[in-house]
């Protein structure tokens, strides 16, 4: 009996590990995610816009070409850097209670072990950069570093202000009675995804694609598929321990609300610079946070 018990709890971390929330369940809803991103705003711009698909057929047609390098890319690391950017994603997804549904038993303090890997896929894909070898990668990958330093503070102090009610785990949380600390996260996920108005890293007018320039083959598929992990992780994230996301249907609702707006900043923001973007973190969104986080200390609410 106590070996049947051990097979099924190993059989069903493997499959959280594999299938849900980890790997397959990345893949599939963050490409669906990015399909979606991408077909909603080209329809904003009055465009017809690529298929739903198309994240899809993107990384499957770079899976079938050849990673072509420079004499000056350090090969290893740029192997390295996109696999272990994807696996500290996939780790956060696993501490998420993702549908009523996590990987992972959320224990206190757990919330600073998914703050910790998020900073760790972020400073591995700005090293990418760097094992490019391209003047263009490597001043993609320093926007990587700097705007790292700019979004980290309010993005970390919203999750702490939600982490003093949930003994600083992962656990649904409604944070509404803090509209600044969600501001702060919705901020914050701008900035780690590269999107609108904190797109600076990839800043396609200007350096071509940012820290991902040389790559091509399956060392840019991986990257692509990072992107599509980090859609999954964040909005998950934002779900559960913002907007409280306690089963499939508030998640699937909450989820695709997140996606939404994400949707509709990309749109109507152009990009700004990155003084800009650390005045923005640092002086406004940053205190701001600040505001709710002595509040949830204190206990006024």
């Known amino acids: 009996m106590l070996d049947a018990l051990i097979t099924q709890s190993a059989l069903q971390e493997i499959f959280q590990a594999l299938v849900f929330p980890g790997f397959l369940a990345a893949f599939v809803i963050g490409f669906f995610y990015m399909g979606i ?3 909603a705003a080209a329809r904003m711009h009055n465009r017809v816009g690529p298929p739903l698909w198309q994240p899809f057929l993107d990384f499957f047609k ?4 050849e990673n072509i390098t420079t004499k000056n890319t350090m090969s290893s690391l740029a192997t390295f850097c996109p696999l272990v950017s994807f696996a500290a994603l996939l780790t956060v997804a696993l501490f998420i209670p993702i549908a009523g549904a996590s990987g992972i038993v959320p224990f206190e303090g757990s919330l600073f072990v998914v703050i910790s890997f998020l900073v760790l896929s972020s400073v591995f894909l700005a090293l990418s950069g760097f094992a490019a070898g391209s003047p263009f990668a490597s001043i993609g990958g320093i926007r ?12 970390i102090i919203s999750m702490v202000t939600a982490g ?8 649904p949380f409604s944070s509404l009675a803090f509209p600044f600390a969600l501001f702060a996260f919705f901020a914050g996920v701008l900035g780690k995804l590269s999107l609108p108005p904190f797109h600076i890293p990839e800043a396609e007018q200007e350096i071509v694609a940012g820290a991902t320039t040389e790559y091509s083959g399956t060392r840019l598929a991986l990257f692509e598929l990072t992107k599509a992990a980090g859609f999954w992780v964040l909005i998950s994230l934002g779900a559960v321990l913002f907007l409280g996301a306690d089963g ?3 998640f699937a609702a909450y ?5 939404a707006m994400l949707i509709i900043f990309r749109v109507i923001f152009a990009r700004v610079q990155i003084a800009q973007a650390f005045r923005l973190y640092w002086f406004i969104i940053g205190p701001l946070a600040v505001i709710d986080l002595v509040r949830a200390i204190i206990g006024l609410y």
Request: hydrophobic share 50%.
């Open 37 to 39: 991103m991408r077909k």
């Open 62 to 65: 770079l899976m079938s070409k």
């Open 144 to 155: 990587e570093l700097t705007q790292l330093f700019a979004y980290e503070f309010p993005f």
């Open 164 to 171: 003093v009610f949930t003994g600083f785990r992962v656990v």
């Open 248 to 250: 499939p249907l508030s």
């Open 255 to 259: 989820s695709l609300g997140i996606l």
